[in-house]
């Protein structure tokens, strides 16, 4: 059994200075290329999932195929809620078995974004289960499962992550450092000096939200500096459809949809890897024991 909690993840990320890429999912065909990239380089891994990616596959049936798919492999892999929008998501993710789940009150005033993680916390850690919060807006530059456009971009507050971080008591949590979600339209500016000051005020280990597109010595100096998770969705979605689009076009007439979905998910299995060895996390899985959850 190699299903472990997201906690224990990003602990060894830590202590072993890599982070672990979480990958959205939303299908069957995208976490087999997920998990194939990463038993492939022997890594730990997070397969996430957002509220609409979760309604899309059937909560009950995401984690019953990730539990399936990953009980057999050598790596250690945790199953993620991304961005939960609310206490009732979160403890609905819970009961289906994830291991790993984020509340993402960025958009509330710091006060109830302190109020509401806490509760997630309560429920949360009552399964042996951590949490992950957002402080700061991460944005939205094109159109996606996290939500739809949002160009506005609002940086993290160092004191705010202090307070939050130590009233809330999450285990992990996303600050908005410049980063956001979908395609940059120009090259991502990360402030490394606001995460510089937030890793000196908190010491839980933090999250890199909107990885596609943020250049590999971005990742790498965020990692040095106690980024220990990296989310990636667009590249893999993008990468996938591009190639399919050019599969369609290259066989009209053809219906067989195994054949046709083949060469996309060999796309994702190369972006996946690519993407792993970025955050250094190749080479470090480990013989888990897998979550009792
Ligand atoms: P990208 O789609 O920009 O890679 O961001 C993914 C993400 O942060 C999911 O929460």
């Known amino acids: 059994m190699s299903i472990v909690t997201g906690k224990e993840l990003l602990s060894h990320a830590e202590a072993g200075h890599y982070a672990v890429a979480a990958f959205n999912t939303n299908d069957m065909e995208y ?3 997920i998990l194939e990239a990463a038993t492939e380089l022997h890594s730990p891994v997070i397969i996430e ?6 309604d899309y596959m059937d909560g009950h049936v995401f984690v019953a195929m990730v539990r399936a798919m990953a009980e057999r492999l050598p790596i250690p892999v945790a199953i993620h809620l991304d961005h ?12 289906y078995g994830f291991t790993s789940v984020m509340y993402d009150g960025s958009s509330l005033p710091l006060r109830e974004n302190i109020e509401m993680t806490k509760k997630v916390v309560a429920a949360a850690h009552a399964c042996g289960i951590g949490v992950e919060g957002e402080i700061g807006v991460i944005g939205q530059a094109a159109d996606g499962p996290e939500g739809g456009v949002n160009d ?3 940086l993290a ?15 992990s949590f996303a600050a908005a450092i410049g980063n ?3 395609i ?3 090259k991502p500016e990360l402030r490394f000096d606001l995460l510089e000051d937030i890793r000196r005020r908190t010491r839980v280990p933090l999250v890199l939200h909107g990885g596609t597109g943020i250049p590999e010595e971005d990742l790498r100096k965020a990692i040095k500096m106690g980024v220990c998770k990296i989310n990636f969705s667009t590249v893999m979605r993008k990468g996938c459809l591009e190639t399919l689009a050019k599969t369609l076009a290259d066989n009209p007439g053809d219906w067989d949809l195994m054949k046709l979905l083949t060469p996309a998910k060999r796309k994702m299995v190369e972006i996946a890897k690519q993407h792993i060895t970025m955050v250094m996390s190749d080479g470090k899985a480990w013989q888990a024991k897998g979550a009792s959850h």
């Open 152 to 154: 506005m971009t609002g």
């Open 84 to 95: 939960g929008p609310s206490y009732e998501e979160a403890v609905r993710c819970l009961n």
């Open 49 to 54: 999932a957002a509220k609409s990616e979760i």
């Open 184 to 186: 940059y339209k120009r």
């Open 31 to 33: 976490t087999q290329a």
């Open 180 to 182: 956001m979600h979908g």
């Open 157 to 171: 507050d160092p004191k705010e992550c202090e307070i939050f971080v130590k009233e809330s008591g999450v285990d």
